[in-house]
């Protein structure tokens, strides 16, 4: 989280805004994520009222070309996540309100159906959106954000590396370990670093992270702690 924090900072001033997500949930999104492999999932996420941006932070990732009321729920910290559906690239997306305004009623209200913001996993495929990804987000009211997992065994679908688009890496770039010796491409490729495994069985080997708005503008995450300060605070400022 760290590396992550120290990245979307050296690299604010290719985003018009930024949004807040806890560490710990975070931690939940990936566990979650993990559980479900080889399966994507669909989470809604709403702001906590009660928590804004505190103004140190948001100055210190702020860029000179930040733009104000961009999305719904801009200056908030996110407070609560929600799996919302499962499934494979088709089926998973973003649900009719019609379709879920029972499903939350007990945790949220009346109100149950929307969710501010969205996030969905790329399971073995970059944290960069797709077509059908950029036509979901159009009706989203906050921002849209990616979670991708890079693991082994690939499966079906093995991991491309030539998909255009920014990546943000949650810690090291996923590169083979030399091996000794002539080794077949297809096997050095899969001797990647470990990161854990996953309760499938799945070893994972990188975690990718993004936000974007409907529009296509990218959005800065900051990963913060209980106390809304970033990972890393005294280290970047330190730096700045």
Do not use: C
């Not at 109100?111 to 979901?136: E, Q, V």
């Not at 990188?206 to 209980?226: M, T």
């Amino acid at each position: 989280m760290v590396s992550y924090n120290r990245e979307s900072f050296h690299s604010r001033e290719a985003y018009t805004a930024q949004i807040h997500l806890p560490g710990h949930l975070f931690e939940e999104l990936v566990w979650w994520a993990l559980q479900a492999l080889p399966d994507e999932i669909l989470v809604g996420m709403d702001i906590d009222a009660g928590a804004p941006h505190l103004p140190e932070v948001e100055d210190f990732f702020r860029s000179t070309e930040h733009t104000e009321g961009l999305f719904q729920g801009q200056g908030f910290i996110i407070g609560e996540a929600h799996i919302v559906n499962r499934g494979n690239s088709y089926s998973v997306h973003h649900l009719p309100e019609d379709w879920t305004d029972d499903m939350f009623s007990t945790s949220r209200g009346s109100r149950a159906g929307r969710f501010t913001h969205w996030l969905h996993t790329h399971p073995n495929a970059p944290a960069i959106p797709s077509n059908a990804d950029a036509d979901a987000a159009q009706e989203t009211p906050g921002v849209d954000m990616i979670l991708g997992l890079r693991f082994s065994p690939e499966g079906p679908l093995p991991w491309f590396d030539d998909v255009e688009g920014v990546r943000r890496r949650v810690g090291s770039e996923a590169k083979p370990t030399p091996a000794k010796g002539r080794r077949r491409s297809f096997f050095s490729r899969q001797n990647l670093p470990v990161l854990g495994v996953a309760p499938s069985g799945h070893k994972i080997h990188e975690i990718q992270l993004i936000a974007f708005r409907k529009s296509g503008l990218g959005i800065n995450v900051i990963l913060v702690d209980k106390e809304g300060l970033p990972f890393g605070w005294n280290e970047l400022q330190a730096t700045d």
